[in-house]
């Protein structure tokens, strides 16, 4: 299997702040690197695959980067819904989830 | 608007049996590869189990191998998971997750709860 590491766990942020998280995968996986975005209490939603490619309707301030085994999940300038937990997954071969971090209010 | 809405969530006594059903709506469904994800509480996500469009391919986590069985019908746009020899480790929200694209998890059930306990 390959293991997905992410780090941080969790982040406390203000609005307006830069947040850059972080995940590495146990080898190369390309760009088959995908970020999705859970509120409490609600399923996960899709936010960037193949590494970099925002899904419509997904806000500009949401970027991805990253190729082989290391990647960065960034937001520009934090909003108040974009409060949540975050997930790094990879599709290159059968799927495995990083960790998660969570976000929250400063 | 894409729909999928689990059932079949509850309590069971460990070594027990449950079956999870995931009613699709606003995609064509036969078309679809499907995959049920669950995540522990306060946990992660986990990859449980995936079914090709026609049922031709059909994949499981190490951790339910032999006890999960995945299924579909496509007439009905429906899909299935029997769960049998039930352990605490497998309590969990079970969502059905739409396979987009290459494992690329696009549309998400809103989830089902698994409870299982003496």
């Known amino acids: 299997d390959i293991q997905m590491t992410q780090s941080p766990s969790s982040l406390s942020v203000s609005v307006g702040d830069r947040v850059t998280i972080t995940c590495r995968a146990s080898?190369?996986?390309?760009?088959?690197l995908n970020w999705y975005q859970q509120k409490p209490g609600k399923a996960p939603k899709l936010l960037i695959d193949g590494a970099s490619r925002l899904q419509s309707g997904v806000p500009s301030r949401f970027s991805g980067s990253g190729s082989g085994t290391d990647f960065t999940f960034t937001i520009s300038s934090l909003q108040p819904e974009d409060i949540g937990t975050y997930y790094c997954?990879?599709?290159?071969?059968?799927?495995?989830f990083g960790q998660g971090t969570r976000l929250d209010i400063k | 608007e894409v729909q999928l809405v689990e059932s079949g969530g509850g309590l069971v006594k460990p070594g027990g049996s449950l079956r999870l059903s995931c009613a699709a709506s606003g995609i064509t469904f036969s078309s679809c590869n499907m995959n049920w994800v669950r995540q522990a509480p306060g946990k992660g996500l986990e990859w449980v189990s995936s079914?090709?469009?026609?049922?031709?391919?059909?994949y499981y986590a190490d951790s339910v191998k032999g006890r999960f069985t995945i299924s579909r019908d496509n007439a009905k746009s429906s899909l299935y998971l029997q769960m049998n020899g039930l352990r605490a480790e497998d309590t969990a929200v079970y969502y059905c997750v739409r396979d987009g694209s290459n494992w690329i998890y696009d549309y998400w059930g809103q989830g089902t709860l698994v409870t299982v306990s003496s």
């Open positions: 079914i090709s469009s026609s049922s031709t391919y059909i």
């Open positions: 080898q190369s996986i390309s760009s088959s």
């Open positions: 997954q990879q599709s290159d071969s059968f799927p495995t």
